[in-house]
Nanobody, 113 residues
Framework: QVQLVESGGGLAQAGGSLRLSCETS????????MGWFRQAPGKQRELVAT???????NYGDSVKGRFTISRDNTKNAVYLQMDNLKPDDTATYYC???????WGRGTQVTVSS
């Protein structure tokens, strides 16, 4: 059974930084694409960033230039470095893997102004 476990969320001030991590289990091969999505209260889940095993990345417009996604292919782990955080970044952040479309349970990020 595929499991994704996020960590690293919490409270930050505007302009600050946080780093999210996601580790997977139950997958015996390298996942082609992994990423992060987020959902704020009353809003739809939206793309934050994805990364292919090749290193090619894709970012949502609202985080370009501020967030950086990376991965460890040996662990099927994915990370999200979030800099220059804004109150609008407040949301639950979900890890996603593309082989089976599995999701983590999410980690809360709250940014105060």
């Amino acid at each position: 059974q595929v499991q994704l476990v996020e960590s690293g969320g919490g409270l930050a001030q505007a302009g600050g930084s946080l780093r999210l991590s996601c580790e997977t289990s139950g997958i015996s091969f390298i996942v082609k694409e992994m990423g992060w999505f987020r959902q704020a209260p009353g809003k739809q889940r939206e793309l934050v960033a994805t990364i292919f095993v090749s290193g090619i990345t894709n970012y949502g417009d609202s985080v370009k230039g501020r967030f950086t996604i990376s991965r460890d292919n040996t662990k099927n782990a994915v990370y999200l470095q979030m800099d220059n955080l804004k109150p609008d970044d407040t949301a639950t952040y979900y890890c996603w893997e593309g082989s089976k479309g599995s999701w983590g349970r999410g980690t809360q990020v709250t940014v105060s102004s």
